[in-house]
């Protein structure tokens, strides 16, 4: 379940034109939002995680190289989004 939850996190951000899924619509939106979006969307879903492991049993702890690998996996995880929206659909145009 996680995983299906990062992967629509990660996409989402390429996916719609409104700020946060809720605020204003913007034409095209900047690919400053987008990532901004991207990053909060990756903290939340580490908080829903970290939340959920802690829900099943004791919390491990978790050093610096478990976010780097964490955050890298998605950036990968968003990588079809993106290209979708940039590479597919022409720069958000």
Known sequence: MMVVVAVLAANLPFLNER???????????SVWWRLLELVVY??????????MEAAIGQRAPQGW??????G?????LA???FVWRYLRRGGGQ
């Open 79 to 81: 990588f079809p989004g």
């Open 19 to 29: 700020l946060f899924l809720a605020g204003p619509r913007f034409a095209p939106k």
């Open 72 to 76: 890298c996996l998605f950036l990968t």
């Open 65 to 70: 190289e478990f976010y780097a690998a964490g």
């Open 42 to 51: 990756a903290g939340l879903t580490f908080a829903l995680g970290s939340t």
